[in-house]
């Protein structure tokens, strides 16, 4: 199998060998000359706001019982809810543009986690650059915007201050790793691509030879028949010019018979 795709690829290398090579270039490009990718992971936990003051809290500090503590975000059965919400809201290209603009790589991805075993309000953020220090940097950007952005959806809810879900740091980003996954995917998709238009062009290059092929094979049946017709009326011909010659023998001997015959009935008559 493998010998047969060789054979065709260096039958048709005129086509072949320049895909091959911008194949050959573009994994060189990946593997070479693309700067890498770092990640640098951060985690923050959902704090519950404290329970509604009890009367003997109250008795103590009266001010306590001039604030609401209702907070619509506490009502939910699954809290978990409240973890795809902000998810969703830092994912959107709005806030990533906001980000990119104070410096962060808008490629970094906010989703729940399950390390910690309990996935429910737990958030992860994966910071990524192409040096370290911008992935770490990123991560850090996120997990301040992530914070603001829960502290501004319970604020436009009138939710007091007291009782507001708030975020902790629970892994900070200290470190960045280099993501090798990314250029593996890229590189794979370079020869995927470079596969594919390998297998196209070998296509187009046989189909482009059998019409060709059909082509000669139709030239050389035409001149064939050409040849046979032309032999066929060059024998034809020739029988035709001795028929009329026998032809023209046969009116001549009838012609001198009908003399001979005038002939003797004049002489009959004068005698």
Same mark, same amino acid.
């Given at each position: 199998?493998?010998?047969?795709?060789?054979?065709?690829?260096?039958?048709?290398?005129?086509?072949?060998?320049?895909?091959?090579?911008?194949?050959?270039?573009?994994?060189?490009?990946?593997?070479?000359?693309?700067?890498?990718?770092?990640?640098?992971?951060?985690?923050?936990?959902?704090?519950?706001?404290?329970?509604?003051?009890?009367?003997?809290?109250?008795?103590?500090?009266?001010?306590?019982?001039?604030?609401?503590?209702?907070?619509?975000?506490?009502?939910?059965?699954?809290?978990?809810?409240?973890?795809?919400?902000?998810?969703?809201?830092?994912?959107?290209?709005?806030?990533?543009?906001?980000?990119?603009?104070?410096?962060?790589?808008?490629?970094?991805?906010?989703?729940?986690?399950?390390?910690?075993?309990?996935?429910?309000?737990?958030?992860?953020?994966?910071?990524?650059?192409?040096?370290?220090?911008?992935?770490?940097?990123?991560?850090?950007? $996120?997990? #301040?915007?992530?914070?603001?952005?829960?502290?501004?959806?319970?604020?436009?809810?009138? $939710?007091?201050?007291?009782?507001?879900?708030? /975020?902790?740091? $629970?892994?900070?980003?200290?470190?960045?790793?280099?993501?090798?996954?990314?250029?593996?995917?890229?590189?794979?998709?370079?020869? /995927?691509?470079? #596969?594919?238009?390998?297998?196209?062009?070998?296509?187009?290059?046989?189909?482009? /030879?059998?019409?060709?092929?059909?082509?000669?094979?139709? #030239?050389?049946?035409?001149?064939?028949?050409?040849?046979?017709?032309?032999?066929?009326?060059?024998?034809?011909?020739?029988?035709?010019?001795?028929?009329?010659?026998?032809?023209?023998?046969?009116?001549?001997?009838?012609?001198?018979?009908?003399?001979?015959?005038?002939?003797?009935?004049? #002489?009959?008559?004068?005698?």
């Amino acid at each position: 199998m493998l010998l047969q795709i060789s054979r065709k690829i260096w039958r048709f290398r005129v086509v072949t060998l320049p895909v091959l090579a911008l194949t050959l270039l573009g994994a060189f490009y990946v593997v070479a000359l693309k700067e890498p990718e770092y990640e640098a992971t951060t985690s923050y936990v959902l704090i519950n706001p404290p329970p509604p003051p009890t009367p003997e809290q109250i008795a103590t500090d009266p001010r306590l019982g001039r604030i609401s503590p209702d907070n619509p975000f506490t009502r939910f059965d699954d809290q978990s809810v409240i973890v795809n919400l902000l998810a969703s809201s830092m994912s959107n290209e709005s806030a990533r543009r906001a980000l990119a603009q104070q410096g962060a790589d808008p490629r970094y991805t906010v989703a729940p986690t399950g390390t910690f075993g309990y996935s429910s309000l737990i958030m992860e953020i994966t910071g990524v650059g192409s040096t370290p220090e911008s992935a770490i940097e990123t991560a850090k950007l $996120v997990g #301040a915007a992530l914070t603001r952005e829960l502290d501004r959806m319970q604020a436009s809810r009138g $939710v007091a201050d007291l009782y507001r879900i708030r /975020t902790q740091l $629970v892994v900070a980003p200290d470190h960045a790793e280099q993501r090798v996954s990314g250029k593996l995917r890229t590189l794979v998709g370079v020869f /995927t691509l470079g #596969a594919i238009l390998l297998f196209m062009v070998v296509s187009a290059a046989e189909g482009l /030879t059998e019409v060709r092929a059909e082509r000669r094979r139709e #030239a050389v049946a035409g001149e064939t028949v050409a040849g046979e017709t032309d032999e066929g009326e060059a024998t034809v011909k020739p029988r035709m010019n001795g028929s009329q010659g026998n032809g023209g023998r046969g009116n001549r001997r009838k012609a001198g018979s009908k003399r001979r015959r005038r002939d003797v009935r004049k #002489a009959g008559s004068k005698a």
